[in-house]
């Protein structure tokens, strides 16, 4: 693979925000195009939530899009989450952080104090440790599946096939408020390639809704990244992260955030 940040619909650079009307404009532009995509796709403007992912950024760029009017913020790594959660959480007690890279289960007990969300759950172990935490804290969590639904050997999620029986185990950790599922595409320049793993999303959704009684509340789809979003939204997302698209774009390659293939074909 290329070094070039994944460009599916979306080629363009992407410009670094360092202005509140900088942060201003590129959210409303997103939020333009997440609502014209809806809109094309016969559902409504407001069914798909724009989750901004600051990873990278330090707090003095998280405060320009505070003012621009973020109130959740998206991060892959709990540590860099934590740092900037306790830097801030005094001066703007109103942000909320979603964690959503994968978390070790020795970090659990730091994501279950801080955050609001957690998008990555795929083992019944840091579920079991994150629910105990919750209890201690008289807090519970919003929680998101994740599914690897590229076939990467590499990337976390649990495997398509194994999704139902760990969504039936679910129900004994009671502080967790289980959304949806949460996907990473294919980081592929073919839309073509990257559409798929969309869809076997929404289509394992739909069975977990139709199979399991408890699942009924799984509504939530969050796929698609500053490259993919609109791909995502035509296939039924309903949170899209998006970074680099607001922030401007990153020095690290996503591969420092999620494993990448080593053998993927130039
Ligand atoms: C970084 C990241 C995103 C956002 O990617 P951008 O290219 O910055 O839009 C989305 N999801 C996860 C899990 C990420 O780590």
């Known amino acids: 693979m290329s070094d070039s940040a994944p460009a599916l619909l979306h080629t363009e650079h992407y410009p670094t925000s360092t202005s ?27 069914d798909v939530r724009l989750l ?15 003012q621009a009017g973020c109130r959740m913020l ?3 790594k709990v540590q860099e989450a934590e740092r900037k959660y306790e830097e801030l959480h005094e001066e703007l007690p109103d942000l909320q952080w979603s964690v ?3 978390l070790q289960s020795n970090k659990a007990k730091s994501v279950a104090r801080f955050a609001s ?3 990555a759950l795929d083992k019944l172990k840091t579920a079991e440790i994150l629910d105990r935490r919750l209890q201690a804290e008289g807090r519970s969590l ?3 599946v994740q599914v690897n639904t590229s076939g990467e050997a590499s990337k976390f999620g649990l495997p398509p096939d194994q999704v139902h029986a ?3 185990e679910l129900p004994q950790f009671s502080a967790l408020r289980v959304k949806g599922l949460m996907t990473l595409a294919l980081m592929d320049a073919d839309p073509d390639r990257v559409r798929p793993c969309f869809a076997l999303l929404r289509t394992l959704r739909d069975q977990l809704r139709n199979d399991i009684a408890h699942a009924e509340g799984m509504r939530e789809l969050s796929m698609g990244m500053s490259g993919d979003y609109e791909i995502a939204i035509e296939e039924g997302s309903t949170v899209v992260r998006v970074g680099q698209a607001i922030f401007g774009a990153r020095s690290t390659p996503n591969n420092y955030y999620w494993p990448e293939t080593q053998a993927e074909t130039p």
């Open 20 to 46: 509140v009307e900088a942060f201003r404009q590129r959210i409303a532009l997103v939020q333009q195009r997440i609502d014209q995509a809806c809109l094309r796709n016969g559902r409504s403007a407001g």
């Open 52 to 66: 901004t992912v600051s990873k990278t950024f330090g707090t003095d760029r998280i405060r320009l899009a505070y």
């Open 74 to 76: 998206g991060e892959n």
């Open 100 to 102: 959503i890279g994968h």
């Open 117 to 119: 969300e957690f998008q």
């Open 142 to 144: 919003d929680v998101f």
């Open 166 to 168: 760990f969504v039936r």
